[in-house]
């Protein structure tokens, strides 16, 4: 009987929860870019609201930087003016909603091309996205970007220093 017990309550909780439900998916917001902040945060243009959206994952040199004007034109060329899918989890202290930006139906992250191209690091202290942080050891492999420097300095540690 002790055995049947949680077995029974499991059936029951698991029972209760819409099998059409798909649990992976994140919500998602679809609009354009309307103007880029730095690399790693956009406006975006959704129906009649603009929503500032920081990327995920990453964390892009700041302006002052060494490839942080870089990192904003590549986005700029990338996502200005094109139609993006936001899949975000949530917002950040500031109030920027924070997620992963996809162009169009192609299915290009923003967030891992600027890991790819060397002008991002993987942001540890927020991701658990182990993938993301084999693209940032492929372009430190191939010193793409910030890699190329011999004393790059994370963005996080940057922004202390310079209170």
Known sequence: MKRII?????????????????FSSKPEMRGTVSDVIDGDTIYVFVKTNTIKVRLSDIDTPEKKQPYGLEAK?????TALGKIVIVKY???????RIVGTVIIGTNDVSI????????????????????ALGILEMEAKTNKLGIWSLTNSIPPWEWRKKHK
């Open 6 to 22: 949680p077995i029974f309550v499991s059936i029951l909780l698991f029972g209760c929860i819409p099998q059409s439900r798909n």
């Open 73 to 77: 034109d590549f986005v700029i060329k």
């Open 111 to 130: 967030n891992q091309e600027l890991l790819k191209s060397g002008l991002a690091y993987w942001y540890r202290q927020y991701s658990t996205n182990q």
């Open 89 to 95: 989890r949530g917002k950040d202290r500031y109030g």
